[in-house]
């Protein structure tokens, strides 16, 4: 089966402190892993996906099979990355599996 | 940059109505999709369709709904009977002519359909 978890519902930083958001995953095969986001009032947007290993606005995301993650992490977090983040999981089909989200509150 | 659309960005009907929400995908995707988004919980995963038919569905995805493309453009998911428990966000997402699972799905903004 696949599933996507997301231990954290919310998290709070503080502006410029490292942010790490969780997500693990369970797939007996090859996944293929995305970190969507959304900001208040709009819509779930790309963030990065693991195929592509490059950083979007200071996010990078490894994927690390022995402990079947694909933890987001940011050095320094910005007000502006306040919202909801989401990992996804792309197995078997075509479809996304998608994690419960995380809220991440960069405080000022 | 194109967008994927919906319409409306609101539904309220009564419980045991039809409704049909109404997705524009980006221009050149051949692969589209359907997922909800209950209060609370997490996005899930309904329908994908290509080539003018279903090409999987979740257990979500009962008897109760349908999807259609009636043009060249318009992508519907119906709801025949409407129930309480079908109130949630509706996402249409579109992705590109391979289909592979690689591909980047490029999400509407959804519609919130509220059955009373």
């Known amino acids: 089966a696949q599933r996507v978890t997301q231990p954290e519902k919310l998290l709070s930083v503080f502006k410029g402190a490292p942010v790490e958001l969780k997500c693990n995953y369970s797939?007996?095969?090859?996944?293929?892993l995305f970190w969507y986001v959304q900001y208040s009032r709009q819509r779930l947007q790309l963030l990065l996906r693991h195929i592509s290993r490059e950083s979007i606005k200071g996010f990078t995301a490894d994927l690390n099979k022995g402990e079947t993650s694909f933890h987001l992490k940011k050095p320094f977090a910005q007000e502006e990355d306040s919202a909801m983040y989401y990992c996804?999981?792309?197995?078997?089909?075509?479809?996304?599996?998608f994690g419960p989200g995380t809220r991440l509150s960069v405080l000022p | 940059e194109p967008e994927v659309t919906q319409t409306p960005s609101h539904q309220v009907t009564q419980m045991g109505q039809e409704v049909i929400l109404r997705c524009v995908p980006i221009s050149n995707h051949l692969y589209f999709y359907w997922y909800r988004q209950i209060l609370g919980q997490k996005v899930e995963f309904l329908v994908s369709f290509y080539n003018n038919e279903i090409s999987e569905k979740s257990e979500i995805f009962d008897d109760q709904f349908s999807v259609e493309r009636p043009d060249g453009s318009n992508f519907t998911l119906k709801i025949r009977s409407t129930k309480l428990e079908d109130s949630a966000m509706y996402f249409c997402?579109?992705?590109?002519?391979?289909?592979?699972?690689?591909?980047?799905?490029?999400f509407g903004p959804g519609t919130r359909l509220t059955v009373l």
């Open positions: 997402a579109s992705s590109g002519s391979r289909g592979a699972r690689t591909d980047t799905q490029y």
């Open positions: 996804a999981l792309s197995g078997y089909g075509q479809n996304f599996v």
């Open positions: 797939y007996s095969g090859s996944p293929e």
